[in-house]
């Protein structure tokens, strides 16, 4: 039983759904998981196992930014032997030829954020990358299924509102879109040998200012929670 989680070893699926808001974890297990039971509510992070076409998989809330993702992720992977995590979470756009509600499939995830030079204590510049066993199959998943698909790096920031950012820079060196997990999750899966891939909805585009309403980003984007329970079932 880890802290932030509280749950019993058995509870928790080896394959879990990640996604920052727990409202949508919750949507995720009333509307495609059977046999329904909630693991968690400590801190109002909610999570859940069910069975998805039989298969038992969890879906677990993980908050916003690298440090409460990281938390939860730490204590899946160590305290409950979880094998596969899947993040389905928004990003914003920078590149002009995706738009919302796009799938962006993170297979790089660049970050400003310190923790990952603090873990290697300056030594280089990690490259935190998606499991590319989940990447190619949520990659042909995708394209079968005909949705619209990107796959390349993005940008897991630290700061949600951060104007100093040079985004046409970013844009002109690949970054597909920004998002505030992905970075932390593939950091962790390298360390202790797991896979992990984000999933990401574009929510908003950064650069046209088109967005989506909160309400929209909780209970809509059924495409990328579908895709992902079809790459772990």
Known sequence: MSIHIGAEKHEIAPKVLFPGDPLRAKYIA??????????????????????????????QGSGMGIP??????????????????????????????????DIVLAQGATTDS?????IFLNQVNYSPIASFGLLDKAYHLAKEKKLAVHVGNVLSSDRFYNQE???????????????M????????SAQYNREALAILTISDHILTGEETSSEEREKTFNAMMKLALSVLH
Do not use: C, P
């Open 114 to 118: 310190s923790i990952i030079n603090n």
């Open 68 to 101: 409460s993702s990281m938390i939860y992720a730490n204590e899946l992977y160590q305290s409950y032997d979880v094998e596969q995590i899947i993040r389905v979470g928004t990003a914003g756009a920078l590149k002009k030829d995706i738009h919302v509600r």
């Open 30 to 59: 009333e509307n495609y998981l059977s046999d329904v039971s909630q693991y968690t509510r400590v801190r109002n992070m909610f999570g859940y196992t069910g069975l998805y076409k039989g298969e038992k998989i969890s879906v």
């Open 165 to 179: 950012l040079d985004k046409n820079k970013l844009a002109e060196y690949g970054i597909l879109a920004v998002e």
């Open 181 to 188: 997990e992905a970075a932390g999750l593939y950091t962790l």
